[in-house]
């Protein structure tokens, strides 16, 4: 594996992740004051009429929008998910999301494995001692700590794709708890973006830190603790078993 990696350019292996980067700085110097709740209230009619005139159409242009935005980590993520509600409603608007958010999640998941996540795999797979023993045990209970970066509402989204990458993730076991483990969280703003008319008729700004709310936060946080439940048992196990 090792030699595989020595063999590619490094130019070659660093251009993906090198792009996202000055891609990702551009957008937050230039396109954060564009996606913004304001450029959504303001332009909400003109939104609404397209759709209507071309629905298949917007889809595709949402659709395609997010994983731009989410694979070169551009700023207005939350934006889009609550427009995605807005425009589509709750029942779409999560499943345009979260397809969204997945196939950008991949697309700097494969840049970063590429750029750094291969080699640092290597190295750490031909180590001893200590960092063997803790890629052993990640790799023992992958699924369980996926599942749970991609609850926890603290961890930022552009870390819970690069975490993965780095620590040599099988693309499959990635795309399925990305798509899976996003549903919650989305499915909260979207929501949101869903009751947005009758926001902007009262003139009000939506709770972006709904997700903070205890009647929305304690149920994603049992299923952060359910994510760690085979974790949690191996660890009981594993330790009645030395003291037999």
């Not at 395609?64 to 980590?73: E, R």
Request: proline share 5%; charged share 15%; net charge positive.
């Amino acid at each position: 594996m090792a030699d595989q990696i020595t063999d590619k350019p490094i130019w070659l292996r660093y251009l993906p992740l090198l792009v996202i980067v000055l891609v990702a700085a551009t957008g937050f110097f230039t396109l954060r004051d564009y996606l913004s709740f304001d450029t959504l209230r303001d332009n909400r009619e003109a939104l609404i009429a397209f759709r209507d005139a071309n629905y298949l159409l917007t889809v595709l242009i949402f659709i395609t929008a997010y994983i731009l935005i989410v694979g070169f980590s551009l700023p207005g993520a939350g934006i889009a998910t609550i427009t995605g509600g807005f425009l589509f409603g709750s029942v779409f608007g999560v499943i345009f999301n979260v397809a969204g958010a997945t196939l950008g999640a991949v697309l700097i998941f494969l840049a970063a494995r590429m750029g750094l996540g291969e080699k640092l795999k290597a190295r750490m797979e031909a180590s001893d001692g200590m960092v063997r023993k803790i890629k052993a045990g990640i790799d023992e209970n992958q699924w369980s700590m996926l599942f749970f970066i991609r609850l926890v509402p603290a961890v930022p989204f552009f870390v819970a794709n690069l975490i993965p990458a780095f620590l040599g993730v099988p693309l499959y076991r990635f795309v399925v708890s990305t798509f899976l483990g996003i549903i919650p969280g989305s499915l909260v703003y979207t929501s949101v973006g869903a009751g947005l008319g009758a926001v902007f008729a009262r003139g009000e700004t939506p709770n972006f830190g709904i997700i903070f709310e205890p009647h929305i936060l304690f149920p994603i946080l049992g299923l952060c603790a359910l994510s760690l439940l085979p974790v949690i048992i191996k660890a009981v196990t594993g330790k009645k078993e030395l003291l037999k």
